[in-house]
């Protein structure tokens, strides 16, 4: 059937049930609000004791630097040239992290013409790559350390960070060498255990006593926890009023200035991924057009999210009562399949919209065409409810 002429012209939608009415999609949506991100970015901003940044890796999609950028977010951690470039060229004033602490020589010599004044490390090899390549005039070098993980997801210290020990090494020579000594920790992903901050914090000031090195800035990393799960979302201005405690506390008058960099956090709740019920098997086990080769890529990894909303094809909810179903993605893959079972109405059928909300993080910039599938529309929404 063919729309109307004002439907096909619509650019910003009210909510995902205005677009499954409009437009009856038959491939995944990614359905953003600028107005959700805005009140997020705010959220930290207005919060987090320190300079707010934002990690591009979690979702790189130029409009969401935009809205951060207008709204206020003054720094972004990038991770590769590509993200040094993109921030470059959309938020020209903006202060670029390089926090990647691994780094080619080709990467090193990319970002010091580029202008990047921010680094971490945590390894010697590391650091004697930047020192032989950067200039130290005014160049922050951040050691990045690291604790057995606590209240997160996945731990990054398997890959990245630097034991204490090996810290206050770093941050000597550092200082030695010339450059503005910081340090830097990622308590790791979807951190709802404000505790975890404390035990890094008060690290972080074991080493600069062992050093004898006061740093400039003290970084806290990412880890801020998103709306995943039904209930209470998380409580970020407990994680905000414990950081700027426990940093007073240990540095005192010495307190070093602070730096958080979010992805999921401030990202993951401007979006909801809205994906089809292509084949209801038996009942039973249901087939999406969306999966772990899409826009939920990282569910096996951290868990199913469970804030989800099913509507029919008018764009109305399915009341059923719930009822625990397996979950695959479209692929000819068995690997293609959601962590355990999800909770969906009992009323549920084939042609229905399944919408996982708070979706905006590792989704789209994970997102493969695996197997023919994996296209995936992004439209605008006013609000995602």
């Given at each position: 059937m063919t729309k109307p002429a004002s439907e096909m012209q619509k650019t910003i939608w009210d909510n995902p049930s205005d677009i499954i009415r409009s437009r009856a999609p038959d491939h995944p949506v990614m359905a953003f609000s600028p107005l959700a991100l805005e009140a997020t970015a705010r959220r930290f901003l207005d919060g987090f004791p320190g300079q707010v940044t934002y990690a591009v890796k979690s979702n790189p999609d130029p409009s969401i630097i935009r809205v951060l950028y207008k709204t206020g977010v003054t720094g972004f951690d990038v991770a590769s040239p590509a993200e040094i470039d993109l921030i470059g060229q959309i938020?020209?004033?903006?202060a670029r992290h390089y926090h990647n602490p691994v780094r080619a020589s080709a990467e090193i010599?990319?970002?010091a013409k580029a202008g990047i004044r921010a680094w971490s490390v945590d390894s010697q090899s590391e650091l004697a790559k930047i020192i032989a390549r950067v200039p130290p005039d005014g160049v922050e070098i951040s050691p990045r350390f690291k604790l057995p993980v606590s209240g997160a997801i996945y731990d990054f210290g398997s890959k990245f960070g630097a034991p204490p020990e090996l810290a206050v090494t770093l941050l000597q020579e550092v200082a030695a060498r010339g450059f503005t000594p910081s340090l830097t920790f990622h308590p790791g992903t979807q951190c709802t255990d404000p505790a975890a901050w404390e035990s890094y914090i008060r690290t972080a000031g074991d080493i600069a006593t062992q050093?004898?090195?006061?740093?400039?800035?003290?970084?806290v990393g990412g880890?801020?926890?998103?709306?995943?799960v039904t209930g209470a979302a998380p409580d970020l201005e407990a994680i905000f009023a414990l950081i700027a405690r426990v940093t007073r506390e240990t540095f005192g008058a010495s307190a070093p200035a602070l730096v958080c960099e979010p992805g999921r956090g401030l990202c993951a709740d401007a979006f909801s991924l809205i994906t089809r019920v292509k084949a209801l098997r038996d009942g039973q086990t249901i087939f999406l057009n969306d999966g772990v080769y899409g826009g939920l890529s990282e569910l096996p990894i951290v868990g199913n999210l469970d804030r989800i909303e099913v509507l029919d094809p008018k764009g109305q909810p399915r009341r059923g009562e719930p009822l625990s179903r397996t979950i695959f993605g479209p692929t000819c893959d068995s690997v293609d399949r959601l962590p355990g079972e999800l909770d969906l109405p009992e009323d549920l059928k084939d042609g229905d919209y399944v919408i996982f909300h708070g979706a905006g993080a590792y989704s789209t910039a994970t997102n493969t065409r695996f197997n023919g599938f994996g296209e995936m529309e992004h439209l605008t929404v006013r609000a995602l409810g």
């Open positions: 938020a020209p004033a903006a010599a990319h970002a050093a004898g090195i006061t740093p400039a800035r003290l970084n880890g801020f926890p998103s709306h995943r």
